[in-house]
């Protein structure tokens, strides 16, 4: 089994900082992708940020030059730090990540969602 559990997420001044982190847990054999998505009320899901295994990022317009990704593979943990928050960044974040597990028959690679942290940045 494999969970991904978000944290950092909270209340913050428009203009502000968080830095949010998501682990991943289980029977992992490796993690390729790992991203940051967002959904606000009424609106679709859409991605935020993203990393490789090898560190290529890859970043929304909307936060280009404000939100960092980065990732620790030794732990299995992806890491947005938002800074220069604004009111429409507040939304639920979710952490993604694709997962290869190994079988008896051999590996496979699937998508996983963590539960999201909430983040809200007031005007």
């Known amino acids: 089994q494999v969970q991904l559990v978000e944290s950092g997420g909270g209340l913050v001044q428009g203009g502000g900082s968080l830095r949010l982190s998501c682990a991943a847990s289980?029977?992992?054999?490796?993690?390729?992708?790992m991203g940051w998505y967002r959904q606000a009320p009424g609106k679709q899901r859409e991605l935020v940020a993203s990393?490789?295994?090898?560190?290529?990022?890859n970043y929304a317009d909307s936060v280009k030059g404000r939100f960092t990704i980065s990732r620790d593979n030794g732990k299995n943990t992806v890491f947005l730090q938002m800074n220069s928050l604004r009111p429409e960044d507040t939304a639920v974040y979710y952490c993604?990540?694709?997962?290869?597990?190994?079988?008896?028959?051999?590996?496979?690679?699937?998508?996983?969602w963590g539960r999201g942290t909430q983040v809200t940045v007031s005007s």
């Open positions: 990393i490789t295994s090898g560190g290529t990022t």
């Open positions: 993604n990540a694709d997962i290869t597990r190994t079988w008896a028959w051999g590996t496979r690679t699937s998508g996983y």
């Open positions: 289980g029977s992992i054999f490796s993690i390729n992708t």
